[in-house]
């Protein structure tokens, strides 16, 4: 090639991808994050069986009559048994499929292919086990040929402290099986909707300590905590020294009537879904919920299975097998069917 002058852009144009040494940098940028909110939160325990059980009690009612004779014979029995509950665990997995020449190649950020696939998948499969434990999804056993175990997700067990739009209704744990809820018409989140749930599960005898929804949600009841009809005292901040000012603009923990502490989690994994309404709309769940009394049960943890080696291709599995264990759903509460495009109001 014959050139007045030789500038960089001759020297990028010869065939075959030019004549200038590609300049790459050694890493890998993500920005998917890993955090996972719930999971994060709730506590975690081993499982025995496809179906994890467990029992449920709560306190009788004061009995303000309860006034006797001495002397008296002991009366009838007051004993009262629990309730037994499952869910069914959920087998997640990740396939990978790495050549060994992808192995051997000297590729940018990462020594291994194949180790580095499957690290990446495997936090693939905690990221889907987060979003699933918030699925409105009823539970059902596995049948060995074409139906997969599913765990009812959170919203399905909930049926004490609900609160739903019109023509909404609650699933719930009935022999054996987790019924998922019936979505409601949408509507926007109010103040005394927050308030309401909160004082439902104080009533029961829960404390929740954290109020979950999706970041879309939790902006808008923040942004609501600045309105001039917001029934919350008035944000103040009192700023000494010489380092700069900060500029509070959001709302991170609610204390409620009961001298609950409420922390606004927000949750990029939390999904949306179709509203009960005839044109559906996408709506989200804000859950309010004590963390000590929901468990992640595991069968099996997330582990890395070897497969056969096909031609020059080395294959793995990774699965997790695991469940939502929901001790006691009066300790939780849900307020569904919400579209965070309504601003909040009183």
């Not at 179906?51 to 014979?73: H, M, Q, R, Y």
């Not at 950020?109 to 086990?129: K, N, P």
């Not at 829960?206 to 905590?225: D, K, L, Q």
Request: hydrophobic share 40%; no cysteine; proline share 2%.
């Amino acid at each position: 090639m014959t050139t007045a002058n030789t500038d960089d852009f001759d020297l990028r144009s010869q065939e075959f991808n030019g004549l200038v040494n590609e300049s790459v940098m050694q890493a890998v940028w993500d920005i998917s994050k890993i955090s996972l909110e719930f999971l994060d939160r709730i506590g975690s325990d081993r499982v025995g069986n496809h179906f994890a059980e467990w029992t449920i009690d709560a306190l009788s009612d004061p009995d303000i009559l309860n006034a006797n004779v001495d002397g008296a014979d002991a009366g009838t029995d007051d004993s009262v048994l629990g309730t037994r509950v499952g869910n069914f665990t959920q087998l997640l997995n990740k396939v990978v499929r790495v050549s060994m020449r992808a192995r051997a190649v000297d590729t940018i950020g990462f020594a291994d292919t194949l180790a580095y696939q499957v690290m990446r998948r495997q936090q693939e499969i905690r990221r889907d086990l987060n979003a699933t434990m918030l699925e409105n999804q009823a539970s059902n056993a596995d049948d060995g040929d074409a139906v997969p175990g599913r765990l009812g997700g959170l919203p399905s067990w909930l049926t004490t402290n609900t609160s739903r739009g019109v023509g909404g209704a609650d699933g719930g744990f009935s022999a054996g099986i987790v019924s998922a809820a019936t979505a409601g018409d949408a509507r926007g989140l109010t103040e005394t909707l927050f308030r309401d749930l909160a004082q439902s599960i104080y009533e029961q005898g829960g404390n929740p300590s954290v109020a979950h929804s999706t970041p879309s949600m939790i902006r808008n009841f923040s942004n609501y905590g600045f309105e001039e009809t917001a029934r919350i005292a008035r944000l103040q901040r009192n700023e000494q020294g010489q380092g700069a000012a900060t500029a509070v603009a959001s709302i991170g923990v609610w204390l409620t009537d009961f001298n609950v502490t409420l922390e606004l989690v927000s949750d990029r994994l939390q999904q949306v879904h179709d509203s009960g309404d005839i044109i559906p709309v996408d709506v989200v769940d804000m859950f309010m919920y004590e963390p000590e009394f929901l468990m992640e049960g595991t069968l099996q943890g997330v582990q890395v299975v070897e497969l056969a080696t096909t031609g020059t291709a080395q294959n793995r599995e990774m699965i997790n097998d695991t469940t939502l264990k929901v001790l006691n759903e009066a300790a939780h509460g849900v307020i569904a069917d919400l579209d965070p495009t309504i601003a909040v109001v009183q």
